[in-house]
């Protein structure tokens, strides 16, 4: 196969002993690519026991593991791999999720067009036991096939692109972006990223669309593309399908949509969202009411009344108040000490 047209730093933030499995897995799957990366960055949160056994597990086969240098929360460790990236582009794999055989070819190849400045692809969930009900999809024991929440435990949904499109923005299981976009508008804004298991997030939404608007204030025309050829397989623990989660997950996701809104503009910020409400939600509700899937239909409807009251919540005044953009060239302010 011939080279890439860019070199790519691969970033899997950690933060629990508990996805050891899952973190090996997700650095032997990066390493098992045809396409070779510059290197491979662990960077751990904040956590000394794991860093010291993420350093002797895989610094001997020359991965750089390094502590967050931030606040932490996933926002912060994708902010110190930033300033420590030498790659031409910086792609984030989740410490939960493996690449698939041409994976990193794949999301590299829309590189070749230089407007595009960012590039994501797809993220399979791979459940307990099947998909259960409270996540539904039209293909329930299809193991490629997407349902319209799961969105809910990061993974592909029903309603994003099926071929390499233009988007608004792309999901963090699974992303890329060039390393100039970094020292342009700043890295990821760490007052809205995960922290543990605070579900709080679209920190990548925001700055998806940051970085568009930044470019195009200049003048420059950037593309965020979905590139459906590159396929992670994304593992989805037994607490993230039951209501519960089903619930606090997408009150939180209401919440971001507020905290975003509030720092790039409600008119982006819910751009993608509309259609998705309009015509996505109605057809599955639908769909498994006409199939006898009653729990199922609830379920769209639930995480739909939790959203819109997490976002209502968030609207209100002071509820964001300590949400705050990262400052331009945060990410350039540290030397590059990678080769």
Not at 176 to 196: K, L, P, Q, T, Y
Not at 230 to 238: G, N
Not at 312 to 322: E, Y
């Amino acid at each position: 196969m011939s080279s890439p047209v860019v070199t790519a730093t691969v970033v899997i933030c950690v933060y629990t002993e508990k996805r050891w499995d899952d973190i090996v897995a997700a650095v032997r799957s990066v390493a098992a690519q045809d396409v070779r990366a510059a290197e491979t960055l662990v960077i751990v949160d904040h956590n000394p026991v794991l860093l010291s056994r993420a350093q002797q597990e895989f610094g001997p086969h020359g991965v750089r593991v390094l502590p967050n240098a931030h606040k932490q929360g996933l926002s912060g460790a994708r902010n110190t791999a930033i300033a420590e990236a030498a790659g031409d582009v910086v792609v984030f794999l989740d410490d939960d999720a493996q690449a698939r055989p041409g994976w990193l070819a794949a999301l590299l190849a829309p590189y070749s067009d230089p407007t595009v400045a960012a590039v994501g692809g797809v993220a399979h969930p791979r459940w307990p036991t099947n998909r259960p009900r409270v996540l539904p999809g039209a293909a329930p024991y299809d193991p490629n096939a997407t349902g319209e929440l799961d969105w809910i435990v990061g993974c592909t949904y029903t309603g994003q692109p099926e071929f390499r499109t233009e988007v608004r923005n792309l999901m963090g299981c699974n992303m890329s972006f060039r390393r100039e976009v970094f020292a342009r508008v700043g890295g990821f804004a760490e007052d809205i990223g995960r922290i543990g298991k605070n579900p709080l997030g679209c920190e990548e939404t925001e700055l998806c669309i940051r970085a568009r608007q930044a470019y195009q204030r200049a003048g420059e025309k950037i593309r965020i593309v979905f590139e459906p050829a590159a396929v992670v397989d994304h593992r989805v623990s037994a607490d993230r399908v039951e209501w519960a989660y089903l619930r606090r997950r997408s009150w939180a996701e209401g919440l971001s949509k507020a905290a975003v809104s509030k720092l790039v503009g409600s008119e982006d910020a819910l751009s993608t969202e509309r259609s998705y409400v309009a015509k996505v939600l109605p057809a599955a509700v639908l769909r498994e009411l006409k199939e006898g899937r009653v729990s199922s239909a609830a379920a769209v409807v639930t995480a739909l009344a939790c959203t819109a009251a997490g976002y209502a919540r968030g609207r209100l005044p002071g509820a964001t108040a300590g949400v705050r953009l990262p400052a331009a060239q945060a990410a350039s302010t540290r030397p590059h000490s990678g080769g």
